[in-house]
């Protein structure tokens, strides 16, 4: 418990200083490659796990209970062939 306290202070701590550096227009962001497919995959797995919503009790796609994760929906065009839906004429 202890060591889950001192992560969240030190990722508050965190937060406040990038928020002054913001405020203060001296922020200065490391650049750094991104795998933007591998962080959409993690995130909708993560997600998945937590809400327990997604593919719970048969729910998974072509069920009508599915309901397409909300990521993919503010992507622009039809879903990725990776995470498609059923019946949205893809």
Known sequence: MTLLETNR???LTNNVLVSAQLEADKYNPAKE?????????TTITDFKHRSG???AA???PG????RRPAVVALLPGPPPAAIAVP???V
């Open 58 to 60: 048969g729910g998974g």
């Open 63 to 66: 069920s009508r209970s599915y």
């Open 9 to 11: 202070l030190d990722t």
């Open 87 to 89: 019946g949205n004429g």
């Open 33 to 41: 490659e991104l795998d933007f497919s591998d962080l959409l995959k």
């Open 53 to 55: 919503t997604a593919m």
